[in-house]
């Protein structure tokens, strides 16, 4: 088997080589100039409150740190969530008390994350433009699973962490080794008669709280 | 009839095929307008979209080897497959290492290519597919009609009876969120229990070795984050050089694809991550073609393709005939270029023709592939390589005796109109003509013959 796939490897290459012949691409390729030239956004919590809205997510905006408890409070009441996954370094004070918030730590079973009705986590960045949040595995965040299983996500930003487009997030996600997802509104189908559908797999709910100051 | 001509007939037949086929590409194309036109340099990003992809092909081996020793460095490893058959024996042995006879799948074009669900059925692995079309899809063993929707097809009816049929529930409504509930529940369940996960990539990062899956339900994250083991099948064409690429290709793609300013999800992972997710991935390097289509300096511009089809919903050809009729796992415009180029003219001869030369699909690619000047340039190698049909070699022949002289052409026009009346109605030829023109006239409504000829009517004056 080793050989066999050794073999294929140098015969692929080789196939690209003829097939190029000597067309080669000047290296370093040429910089995609439009999309690093993306225009800033004027006012990006604006700006990224609206987008989110438009995937029909759920967004409130709080003036600073003391307040984000209190909305996470309210959002996990509008999903009637009982109880909350949470990342083991969240800070303290955005889980309410009267929820019965589970750490991931040691790492809960994905059968059970099934079974908890939200979880509440921190992000990376948000992306204005696209109203995306993104998601690195680092602090507040948790591993992949614990944003996957239950059904209400609701995901605290700093004003601070809002970027204006799509390229300026790839930017400064450069050289990050940890898996990232980027989230845009709840997950959705239109496979059925064309209909979209809000909430397949992922979590059906998406609640985002934005924090103007930290 | 032979090839497109024939299938299409089916699709042309089937009035519910047509209409879903026409409601959703009216959407879609309405949608990806919209989130365009929002982008205020959409021709530059479509300009550096083709560029990033051209960079990609024209050093493809320097990048896939600078892919593997990335992804190899992040505890990855990764596998190549010259042809369909190699990839399907690389991934059933892997599954079989790890003693699943199952596995949770992502919709991949690039598995679907293969035949991958069968080569793993038939080494006793069974393979679930986990979009929602495609499950509607497997379950009906059906096959797919559209890249962004493939069951479209299908109605909710149909959805319905089949769910109930196969998934022994009882008592469902055509309401597309109850529809798509009971395809959670029976989903979620898999998704827990199984424990290797196929994909399909979007993107693989040659500088950095992260693969990128774009997709919209969520079970794209399920099968990359829940499994122990991952298994990603890779067109050697979806290489992007750099890490910066994906500023471009994640506005191009969604934009295009679903309309949308972005996509619900998009996963990227680079190897494997201690405590998160999947600990031992592999990556599989699918050729199969690939490099024959490389090989045609005007042709290889099809593998800029992203697989968007945005080319798909535009397409008049595509509107009224159907995924099917393509009888390839490519269909619409872009499949009409790519399956000659890299499955062969043998099997897809008829392909290039399918097409009006419209434009309409150039216009749209996010990636500028120019899709009627690939087609052009293919039928002409169709007809050097293998010969034009017989058909229109008869009635180039025929055209060219009666255009000779005026008095042969006047005689042929009065045969016609003479010829002609019977088979008119409404002033359209209902029935094919006869002879050599048989099979122009069988997929075209033409207008019947004037009762009076121009030259005719320049004389009674
Ligand atoms: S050819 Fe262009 S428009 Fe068609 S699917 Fe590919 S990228 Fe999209």
Redesign the interface.
Known sequence: MAFAMSAARAEVLRRIRDALGDERAPAPPPAPAAAAAAPRVADPVARFTQRVGDYRAGVTVVEDASEVGAAVAAALTRHAAADAVVPADLPAGWVPTGIAALADDPPLPHARLAQVGAVVTACALAIAETGTLILDGGVGQGRRAITLLPDVHVCVVGADQIVGTVPEAIARLAGTPRPLTLVSGPSATSDIGFVRVEGVHGPRRLEVVVSRRA | MSGFASAARAGLDDPQLRR?LR??TT?IRAKRDAAVAEV??WE??R???A??K?????????H??RLEANVVA?GGQV????DAG?ANA?VT?LVRATGADEVVKVKSMATEEIGLNAALAAAGIAAYE????EL?VQLGDDRPSHIL????HR??ED?RALFERELGETGLS?D??E??GV??RH??ER??RVRVGVSGANFAVAE?GAICVVE????G??CT??PDTLITVMG?EKVV????????M??LLPRSS?G???????????GV?P???PQAFHLV?L?NGR??A??D?IG?QALRCIRCSACLNVCPVYERAGGHAYDATYAGPIGAILSPLIDGFERHATLPSASTLCGACYEVCPVKIDIPSVLIHLRGRVAREHGAPPSERAAMRAMARVLGTRRKYELAQRALRTAGRPLSRDGRLERRLPGPLKPWTTFRDLPAPPEQTFREWWRSR
């Open positions: 879903n409601q959703a959407t205020d340099d530059g990003l300009t550096a979209g560029a990033i051209d960079a990609a092909l024209l050093a493809l081996d320097a896939l080897e992040a596998h190549w497959a010259r190699e690389i042995a986990t979009d929602l079309a509607i929707v493939p069951a479209i109605s909710r959805i055509t597309p969120a529809l798509a395809a959670r989903l979620r998704f827990l950095t919209s339900e969520g079970n994250r399920m984050t829940l050697i050089p750099r890490w910066e690429d994906l500023g471009a994640l506005q679903t949308e300013r972005m996509n619900p999800y998009t996963s990227l992972w680079t991550t405590g998160d997710g390097l050729d490099t024959t490389l090989a300096a290889r």
